[in-house]
């Protein structure tokens, strides 16, 4: 996590949200990082490149993020879209540093979308409902325990 670090710190400021949620993220996306992982990735590319299979979309990169869902947290938190199609967008989730760029523009998105104009790194029950949105609610009550933990420092 700390090889991200000027990327976390960079994204916290610009989306206005504690450097902890993202780390919290990353972290347990890398922990649960499995074989489907790049087999999934592989099949997007297999789609794009090759016209082999039907795999538009995966999550993919350190946050595990949906070409999808990072457009749509364009048009939401910024109000555009700066990749032309998931494809694009896709490859440019395959950058350490976009990636956790995009991870804190999706948990910005979260917190639009729960009412939240500001979150405090003490306010857990908005966190924890942040994290859920990012995956669903047993995910938000796991991340919720790594990012108490990274507030121990």
Known sequence: IWRFEPYICAASIVFNIPSNMIRAILYRELI?????D???DLAVK????WGI????????????IFAQTAIEAEKSVIGYNTAIDKWSMWQKLQSDDLNVYYCAMVLKMGAINLGYDYIGEDEYDKIEKVFATYN???YGK???????????G
């Open 46 to 49: 297999s789609y794009y490149k």
């Open 53 to 64: 299979g039907s795999k538009d979309d995966s999550s993919t990169g350190v946050g595990q």
């Open 38 to 40: 790049p087999i999934a």
């Open 32 to 36: 649960c990082y499995g074989l489907d």
């Open 142 to 152: 796991a991340v919720l325990y790594h990012y108490l933990e990274f507030m121990k």
């Open 136 to 138: 669903n609610a047993a």
